[in-house]
């Protein structure tokens, strides 16, 4: 992948790439057009409309082509959360047997938490919540051990957004459609960081969130696959197969399409993006290691995980206290869903992590303009607070 010029400032050093990533310039560019000129409904006959339609086209195609699916089986979205309520909601409420029965895991998404709370508050659904080891992993056995005749769905993360833990989906989702299930998998974290083919995953539902992959917020995807029906998530025109009426945004969607035609040339690369934040990942980590006197244990599998995630424990260090007084870095101590809780976080505690070691939690996330300097600068300044 070609380095573009860096759209982030010089400070603080931005490592919270997992809460979200700075739009590339070049995506930039790609929206502009349908925020001006080209400012037609994709619904109109006329010129300006056909080229909106066009640009939707483009746009799908290309997210198609960084899923491995047909352009015909990608739905835009709102974003992230969006995508998880219509493919947990729409598919719950589609194939409602006289028993309605979902499972997801104990360190899920908050979207896909509160969208399956929803179905057992609204629609009498039974939810079942898997729980992890101590990487955050879960135990296709547990899953299996789980399965009944109602089971309608199963939801599990592709990749935990707090410690970047890799879930075996493949193997997951087999154990579901062997019991009749759809299987919907979040991989808003993963989609152009590693490569992804909704075949070789064997997934139902697919969701993607535009801000993770360098493009702007409030766009995403959903893959679903061809002739499965959703209740919609929004009635209106037909618009997206009908599960999402109204005009679509063009300028986002193009922007959205955009950024996966860049992930794509990123994750095919010889040199792949993947190498290279894994290797500044790493170095964060060894200068930690280095600089820090106390202990710094990681969080999560530490293999099967993000190439860009690094959650890390610092012993006798308070998490968000420690972030405060770094102000060199921009970094989080969890998911920014749960940013601003003075509480060990639900995804560390889960995973059975003591309660001063989830407290002690930063998680730091590398990202395409992340560069060596960056790394060790921030460690530096970090050790510099917890030598104090």
Aim: glycine fraction near 10%; charge should be negative.
């Amino acid at each position: 992948m070609t380095q573009q010029g860096s759209p982030l400032p010089r400070r603080p050093i931005f490592l919270d790439y997992l809460a979200t990533t700075p739009v590339d310039p070049r995506v930039v560019q790609a929206c502009l057009p349908y925020l001006t000129a080209s400012f037609g409904n994709p619904a109109s006959s006329h010129a300006f409309g056909q080229a909106a339609a066009a640009a939707v086209a483009e746009a799908r195609a290309s997210v198609a082509g960084l899923l491995g699916c047909a352009p015909g089986e990608i739905v835009f979205t709102g974003g992230g959360s969006e995508g998880d309520t219509l493919a947990i909601r729409g598919a719950a409420l589609a194939r409602r047997p006289r028993r309605g029965y979902v499972i997801t895991q104990a360190t899920e998404h908050p979207a896909v938490l509160a969208a399956c709370d929803a179905l057992a508050r609204l629609h009498d659904y039974r939810v079942t919540h898997l729980p992890v080891d101590e990487y955050g992993l879960v135990d296709p056995a547990t899953l299996e051990a789980a399965m009944t005749e109602d089971t309608v769905l199963v939801s599990i993360m592709h990749a935990n957004n707090e410690t970047g833990t890799l879930q075996p989906i493949s193997e997951l989702a087999s154990i579901a459609h062997a019991g009749g299930a759809l299987f919907h998998t979040d991989a808003a974290q993963t989609a152009g960081k590693i490569p992804i083919s909704v075949g070789a995953l064997g997934v139902d539902l697919l969701s993607l969130a535009g801000h993770k992959l360098y493009a702007p917020k409030g766009v995403g995807a959903l893959y679903v696959t061809e002739s499965l029906e959703l209740e919609p998530a929004i009635y209106g025109g037909g618009q997206e197969r009908g599960l999402r009426g109204g005009t679509e945004n063009v300028a986002l969607i193009a922007g959205l399409g955009h950024a996966s035609g860049i992930a794509v040339d990123a994750v095919d690369a010889v040199d792949t993006e993947a190498t290279r934040l894994r290797a500044l990942r790493d170095l964060l980590h060894d200068e930690l290691t280095r600089l820090v006197p106390a202990a710094v244990e990681v969080n999560g599998h530490p293999e099967q995980r993000l190439p860009n995630a690094l959650n890390v424990s610092i012993a006798g260090a308070v998490g968000p206290r420690l972030l405060a007084a770094t102000t060199e870095i921009a970094a989080s101590t969890g998911s920014a869903c749960h940013e601003g809780v003075d509480a060990p976080s639900p995804v560390l505690t889960a995973m059975g992590l003591p309660a001063e070691r989830a407290m002690s939690a930063v998680r730091l996330s590398v990202g395409r303009w992340t560069s060596d300097q960056d790394v060790s600068a921030a460690a530096s300044a970090i050790a510099r607070v917890c030598v104090g």
